[in-house]
């Protein structure tokens, strides 16, 4: 934890208080006493519910004896997909914009409540076509196009669970997820564009369902055509079948199912501690009702605003920021399909300026990224129209924040630095602008009901100041019922530290105000861009070549990414650790798992360093990758080790 401490030390020495202007204040959704109503935990929760289409009223609000009973809305019956859609077209929203998309080459498709209702029902019944029944699980792999957005909610509307794995992964990723869900059709494209170039999907996914016996259908999507360069997309006849052709004699009118409260609405795989991906479940009801406020509080969402939350639906943040909570809100959201820096490093820029984004929702590593571009390029752009910001995916330095509040908000905009997980499904430790003063670098306070605490080894609640785990010690709608398959391993990792309360797995410190402060995870999980990735996944792929024999992986600081890999290697005999065998590993894991996972540097060794029982020390891998002085290194087997080891590190360097 030495890290975090230093990181915590720094953080605390930073006492710029910024309040809520009136001007905010006084129109915005929530006002300081929503955290007295909230002293209701279940009428709280009613009356949200209540805000939204149920088919079935529930019986009982919650049941909650954790793992093993995790219940909202007991006897409820709703459908996401009508409260994302059908809802609105039935009142003055009908012909209100519910996505306006951009895609990178520049074109532009708005789609209004109506047409949302009408694309969804139409893909709805083309996969009732398919043979898609309730309970039967969709994989999607898409670029950010609507028909992304639309194959979400069409799975809702029919009961199928979808299970959307991000686009940027590889086909063996791919392969893993379609298989631990056993999905029966996988909804794709022929590709996506991200800078300049083609990302080529299909031919992904033409790799991955090599080994894939659930897989019956592959609707595609033409996104890009043939026109462009080494493009191919090959149809397997009977199998694979082009989403425009599928679509063109399917019928609008779709009656949506009706799901229980209960009843899965998706899976959605996260990196753990170990090696094997997680399948986070989310079920219907409480996930909906979770997301729907807290998109209304925290973002403050008002009828004529346009929300842009630049997260790719293929990670929570997209299933939540994207999809389910404004849609849920009747909200107008901004979807862009490319990268920020195409053609040039102004785009989003000049997209907020276009649209005149009111909300703006993104990652730490993106601002940090803008900061070295330079204040020139949002300087040339108009971005008087935001009015709030918002962050997510990891802890955000407080100069970044400050950036962030003076050259994107122009000093005006209220920041909401939002903490939260995949397995929380919304977001749990925010502040509520209008309402709470933020703090640069501090989630701030846990949203109204949500019980967080930081607790010691003991369980015991630590003092103000001292870091501990996070936990939350109540229930909150929208939390995962269970891990898909595996609820031994639901148990271990978030319940068996402390019974009955949810760990984290983050460090957190707590103010004198009772606020947040985030401090990185306590596992071997890296958080690289605001994306997860365990360390013992990239491990089982770099061992998985031919010539390592071991490896370790830790993460190191990074100044864009947040933090970055670094890979220790031994090799087998008769293999050398040359530029070229470290570009091959690195490519290596590309193409197991995906870019993200591409090791930053990597280090040959001739030995790591173990205790005596054979436990690699990551600790002091990590000490030597920050150049710090060691700890503790009596438990190691050969103190020897270490010294070689860091000699090649500062080689390396
Ligand atoms: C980290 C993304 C600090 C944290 C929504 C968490 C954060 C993990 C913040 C979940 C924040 C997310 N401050 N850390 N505001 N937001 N994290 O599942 O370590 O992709 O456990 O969900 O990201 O990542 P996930």
Known sequence: METTEKTIDALLEENRVFEPSDEFASQANATPEIYDEAEDFEGFWARMAEELHWYRMWDKVVEYDPPAVIRWFIGGRLNASYNCVDRHVAGPKRNKAAIIWEGELGEERVLTYWDLYREVGKFANVLKGLGVKKGDRVAIYMPMIPELPIALLACARIGAPHSVVFGGFSAEALRE???????????????????????????????????????????????????????????????????????????????????????????????????????????????????????????????????????????????????????????????????????????????????????????????????????????????????????????????????????????????????????????????????????????????????????????????????????????????????????ERFKAVYWSKYPGVYLAGDGAKRDEDGYFWLLGRIDDVINISGHRMSTMEVESALVDHQAVAESAVIGIPHEIKGEAIAAFVILKDGFDGTMQMEKELKSHVRQKIGAIAQPEMIIFIAELPKTRSGKIMRRLLRDVAAGRALGDTTTLADPNVVAELKKKYENEE
């Open 177 to 487: 997820r379609i298989n631990d869900a056993e999905a029966k059709v996988i909804i794709t494209a022929d590709g996506g564009y991200r800078r300049g170039g083609v990302v080529q999907l299909k031919k992904a996914v033409d790799e991955a369902l090599q080994m894939t016996p659930t897989v019956t259908d592959v609707v595609v999507v033409k996104r890009v055509g043939d026109d462009v360069e080494g493009m191919v997309c090959h149809m397997q006849e009977g199998r694979d079948h082009w989403w425009h052709e599928l679509g063109v004699d399917a019928k609008t009118k779709c009656e949506p199912e009706e799901m229980d409260a209960e009843d899965m609405l998706y899976i959605l795989y996260t990196s753990g501690s170990t090696g094997k991906p997680k399948g986070i479940v989310h079920t219907t009801g409480g996930y909906l009702v979770g997301t729907y406020t807290t998109f209304k509080y925290i973002f403050d969402n008002k009828d004529d605003d346009v929300f842009w939350c630049t997260a790719d639906i293929g990670w929570v943040t997209g299933h939540s920021y994207v999809v389910y909570g404004p849609l849920a809100n009747g909200a107008t959201v901004v979807m862009y399909e490319g990268s920020p820096d195409f053609p040039d490093r102004g785009r989003w820029w000049g997209t907020i300026e276009k649209y005149g984004v009111t909300v703006l929702y993104t990652a730490p590593t993106a601002i940090r990224s803008f900061m070295k571009w330079g204040t020139e390029w949002p300087a040339k752009y108009d971005l008087s129209s935001l009015r709030l910001l918002g962050s997510v995916g990891e802890p955000i330095n407080p100069e970044a924040w400050m950036w962030y509040h003076k050259y994107i908000g122009n000093e005006n905009c209220p920041v909401a630095d939002t903490w939260w997980q995949t397995e929380t499904g919304m977001i749990l430790i925010t502040p509520l602008p209008g309402a709470v003063a933020t703090k640069p670098g501090s989630a701030t306070r846990p949203f109204p009901t949500v019980d967080a605490d930081v607790f010691d080894e003991n369980g015991d609640s630590v003092p103000v100041g001292a870091g501990g785990n996070l936990v939350v010690k109540k229930a909150w709608p929208s939390m995962t019922r269970t891990l898909y398959k595996d609820p």
